[in-house]
């Protein structure tokens, strides 16, 4: 065989190799796109606190009711359905969160000193769709005052309940779907010693020390003035 053909076939072999290497690497990368679009879908975020202790779970008609007042994290709770939110016969429960694990909700210089789930069963599956009319839940605290924030779980965040009406004392939402609640009180309020426990603050003191300094300097000052004249 001449040198001439042994290049030729040498070049066609090499072509074949090359042709196949390119078909591999194609149905590779085609493999690695079908791994990625049939992966899990993204999981929704947990609720922070879990929701998931029952309190009470009680049955509610067409004619409304009363459920509570009914101890959540030891705070009164009580919910109101009004006739006609309803057409068939549902299932209320309530849902006590973990407090520690909802923290500041996200809003800085808060902490949760309250907090209800509300679940609305048909059938056994969660009720789909809105309350033909708003259910009213109230919570009772005297951690609760002017400065507290009611704030709602949106299925990705707390956001702030803007039905919501807060006064010392208790705090109340009316609402037409389940959702998760949590009160929050603020830090500054929780913290404040002055008119909690009559304790002064640390500036307080001092300043009342210094002014106690000044005058008995004063005194003295005024007294060797006198002796001297």
């Known amino acids: 065989m001449t040198g001439w053909m042994r290049r030729r076939k040498l070049a066609r072999r090499l072509a074949i190799v090359m042709l196949a ?3 591999m690497a194609v149905a590779g990368a085609g493999g690695t796109r079908a791994d990625r679009s049939s992966g899990p879908p993204a999981r929704a975020p947990e ?3 879990g929701y998931d202790t029952v309190v009470t779970s009680q049955p509610v008609t067409s004619a409304g009711g009363t459920i509570g007042p009914i101890s959540v994290d030891g705070l ?5 359905v009004p006739a006609g939110a309803f057409s068939d016969q549902l299932q209320v429960t309530l849902t006590a969160p973990d407090l520690a694990r909802i923290g500041d909700a996200g809003f800085r210089g808060y902490a949760a000193v309250g907090g209800v789930g509300v679940l609305v069963q048909k059938n ?5 769709g809105k309350f033909a009319k708003k259910l009213s839940l109230s919570i009772v605290s005297r951690s609760i005052n002017s400065l ?3 704030v709602m ?3 990705t965040a707390f956001v702030t309940e803007p039905g919501a009406t807060v006064r010392s004392g208790s705090a109340t939402v009316r609402f037409d779907s389940d959702p998760n609640f949590a009160v929050l009180a603020s830090k500054k309020i929780q913290g404040a010693t002055g008119a ?3 304790k002064p603050f640390l500036g307080d003191a001092i300043l009342a020390e210094t002014l106690l300094l000044l005058g008995i300097g004063g005194l003295a000052y005024a007294l060797r003035w006198r002796a001297a004249n």
Do not use: D, E, R
Request: charged content about 5%.
């Open 21 to 23: 290497c390119a078909i």
């Open 47 to 49: 609720v922070p606190g």
């Open 76 to 80: 009164p709770v009580t919910l109101n």
């Open 124 to 128: 056994g599956s969660k009720y789909q």
């Open 148 to 150: 507290s924030v009611v």
């Open 153 to 155: 779980w949106n299925g």
């Open 196 to 198: 909690a426990t009559g």
